[in-house]
């Protein structure tokens, strides 16, 4: 049983930057993001493979964030730069056992999510 906890969130104005880390309590395999807007269903966000030599966007954050981890210390990142009004949502770190599983599927494995507000 992986557990995910996340943290960085918070309230940024448009066109500003924050990052998110996601720490597991153990190894895991592939990781990904996922964020629920008000009203809206989860989505994806990105994904990275098990070394970080693979990582995979949702063309909405494509070019804007980037997806990064750290195995020593058992944590992924999300930076998230030029941000918008639309990506205000709850985001959620995800883990799963294989890279393909987020191309069409999420992992078992949820954290508890973290808030992030883009307002001016």
């Known amino acids: 049983q992986v557990q995910l906890v996340e943290s960085g969130g918070g309230l940024v104005q448009p066109g500003g930057s924050l990052r998110l880390s996601c720490a597991a309590s153990g190894r895991t395999a592939a990781m990904g993001w996922f964020r629920q807007a008000p009203g809206k269903e989860r989505e994806f966000v990105a994904a990275?493979?098990?070394?970080?030599?693979?990582?995979y966007y949702a063309d909405s954050v494509k070019g804007r964030f980037t997806i990064s981890r750290d195995n020593a210390k058992n944590t992924v990142y999300l930076q998230m730069n030029s941000l918008k009004r639309e990506d205000t949502a709850v985001y959620y770190c995800?883990?799963?056992?294989?890279?393909?599983?987020?191309?069409?599927?999420?992992?078992?494995?949820w954290g508890q999510g973290t808030q992030v507000t883009v307002s001016s």
């Open positions: 990275i493979s098990e070394i970080g030599v693979r990582t």
């Open positions: 995800n883990a799963a056992n294989s890279f393909s599983t987020y191309y069409s599927g999420v992992g078992d494995y």
